[in-house]
C-alpha cells in the first residue's frame, strides 16, 4: 500500500474513533439507529449535541442530514479501506495511531507543565543582553523605515507651506500645532518612532507605489504626492538598508518569543531527567 494509503487510512481511523469528534457514546439498547455502516451504528442520540435551542427546524434537517451524510461517508470509505490492508499493514498503522496518540498525550502534558510553571515575563535586560550577544542573527532582508505623514483636501483651507514646516520638523510645539488641526487633514500619522517595513509602507500609501526607492530610501527626504483630490505630504525620518542589523525595538517581540522558547526546552528537559531518577528511586524503571 503506498504511503498517500496509508496517511489517509491513518487520519480516517483517528477521526472515526474519536469519540469526541463524532459526538458519539455508549447508547442503550431504546436507542433509535438512524444509520448504519456494516455493523457501525449511528444512534439519535448522538445527533444531540449538534443542536441548540435557537436553530430552526429546516436548519436542524440540513445539519441532521449532512452529519449523517459525512459519518456514511467515512465509515464506508474506512471500511474499504480496512479491507485493502495486509496483516503486516494493519499492524503497522495500529501502531503508528498508537505511537500518535502517545504522543498527544505526552504534548498536551508537557505544555500544562509549561504553562503552569513558566513565567512569560522577559526583564527588558535580559532582551538587552541577548540582542547584543546574537546580533549577527537579527540582519535585515528588507529596508526599514521610520516616517510621518499626512493628507489633506487640495482644495481646501489648509495652508500647504505652514504644513509642509511643521511636519518637516518633529518639535512638540509643531506636533501639537498639527494634533490642533487634525480636523482638517484626512489623515495623519506623526509617530515616527516606529520601524516600518518598506513593503508594508509602499502597501500603507500606494500612491508612493509610482516612486523610484531611490527616490525615497533618503534621510530626511520630504515627498508631496498629489491626485485629482487629496495633497500627500510624507516625511521619511530615517531607513535602514539591507543587511543591517535590526534596531532592538523592532526586533523585540521576537527576542522574546526565542527565550521564552529556549526556557521551555530547559525547563521540560528538566522535567524529563527528574521524572526518570524518580521512577529509578521508586523501582518503576530498571535497565537491563
Known sequence: MSNPFKIVFIALLLLVSSCDYFHLKKNTVADEVVASVGDKKLYKKDLSKLFTSQTSKNDSLIIRNNFIENWSKKQIILQKAALNLTTKEEEELNKMVNEYREDLFINSYKEALVAQNIDTLVADHTISEFYTANQNIFRLNEELVQYRSLS????????????????????????????????????????????????????????????????????????????????HYFYLKTFLGRNTIAPLPYVTPVIKQMILHQKKLKYIKEIEDKLIQEAIQQGTYKKY
Not at 489648509?158 to 488641526?181: G, P, R, W
Not at 500603507?204 to 533618503?218: A, F, H
Open 152 to 231: 489633506f483636501a487640495s482644495s481646501g483651507s489648509v495652508d500647504a507651506k505652514v504644513t509642509k514646516k511643521l511636519i518637516s520638523n518633529n518639535t512638540v510645539e509643531n506636533t501639537n500645532q498639527l494634533l490642533e488641526n487634525e480636523l482638517q487633514y484626512n489623515s495623519l500619522q506623526l509617530n515616527d518612532s516606529v520601524w516600518v517595513t518598506y513593503t508594508h509602507f509602499l502597501e500603507l500609501y500606494p500612491s508612493l507605489k509610482n516612486k523610484k526607492k531611490s527616490e525615497l530610501l533618503r534621510k530626511n527626504n520630504f515627498i508631496v504626492v498629489k491626485d485629482s483630490v487629496n495633497t
